[in-house]
């Protein structure tokens, strides 16, 4: 599995944007993705979450304001990120992230632990001005 980030860049307070991760070589059925983010001089942080039955989880400090969904190809997977009411805070490199192929007797349960996951993408800047 390889993941590649996009779509990051320097936005207004307030305004959107919406980030991508392609995961390729990606044919699991049962999964976990994830989107963190590392602000300068701050510890990488769980952002959202979403599973391959669709189940969601949002930090608190993003929830109702950012949107994970994903988009599914036969080997290849694109995971999206859109972020309304961006404000400086948001500012920070944000990576993608996929946990491991789980087997039908495990729950599937969306997670913001960085230890969950296995395979990362290099990020994508993110930076919002005042």
């Known amino acids: 599995v390889q993941l590649v980030e996009s779509g990051g860049g320097s936005v207004q307070a307030g305004n959107s944007l919406r980030i991508s991760c392609l995961a390729s070589?990606?044919?699991?059925?049962?999964?976990?993705l994830g989107w963190f983010r590392q602000a300068p001089g701050k510890e990488r942080e769980g952002v959202a979450s979403i599973c391959s039955d669709g189940r969601t989880l949002y930090a608190h400090s993003v929830n109702g304001r950012f949107t994970v969904s994903k988009d599914s190809a036969y080997d290849s997977l694109s995971l999206y990120l859109q972020m309304n009411s961006l404000k400086p805070e948001d500012t920070a490199v944000y990576y993608c992230?996929?946990?491991?192929?789980?087997?039908?007797?495990?729950?599937?349960?969306?997670?913001?632990?960085?230890?969950?996951?296995?395979?990362w993408g290099p990020g994508t800047q993110v930076t919002v001005s005042s």
């Open positions: 992230a996929s946990g491991p192929p789980r087997p039908v007797w495990v729950d599937l349960i969306p997670t913001l632990s960085q230890s969950d996951y296995v395979h």
């Open positions: 070589q990606f044919r699991y059925n049962r999964y976990c």
